[in-house]
Nanobody, 124 residues
Framework: QVQLVESGGGLVQAGGSLRLSCVAS????????MGWFRQVPGKERELVAA????????YYTDSVKGRFTTSRDNAKNTVYLQMDSLKPEDTAVYYC?????????????????WGQGTQVTVSS
């Protein structure tokens, strides 16, 4: 079973940047598609970005395209989410998740392992 620990959240002004990291332990991280989800109170958890196990395929939801970049370093069992040009509407708890598939990274129901989440707050 994969354990995931996120870090890097915090408070930033609009237009600023943050970089989230997610370190995985246990399981077979290198073969898992990895995703970043976010959730605000009263709304469903949303898949924001994802990367295949090889790193050569990525997914972004429309609202973050051109601003967020996800990548992974399988040697370090770590996945990253670089968030630039942040907006107040990006405020949420961000979760790292591991899929049971190496591809099909857009398939939200395949994500079975979750981190504890990290708060990102963007002030206007």
């Amino acid at each position: 079973q994969v354990q995931l620990v996120e870090s890097g959240g915090g408070l930033v002004q609009a237009g600023g940047s943050l970089r989230l990291s997610c370190v995985a332990s246990g399981g077979t991280f290198s073969y898992a598609g990895m995703g970043w989800f976010r959730q605000v109170p009263g709304k469903e958890r949303e898949l924001v970005a994802a990367v295949s196990w090889t790193g050569d395929s990525t997914y972004y939801t429309d609202s973050v395209k051109g601003r967020f970049t996800t990548s992974r370093d399988n040697a370090k069992n770590t996945v990253y989410l670089q968030m630039d040009s942040l907006k107040p509407e990006d405020t949420a708890v961000y979760y790292c998740a591991a899929s049971t598939y190496s591809a099909y990274i857009w398939l939200t129901t395949a994500y079975k392992y979750w981190g504890q989440g990290t708060q990102v707050t963007v002030s206007s």
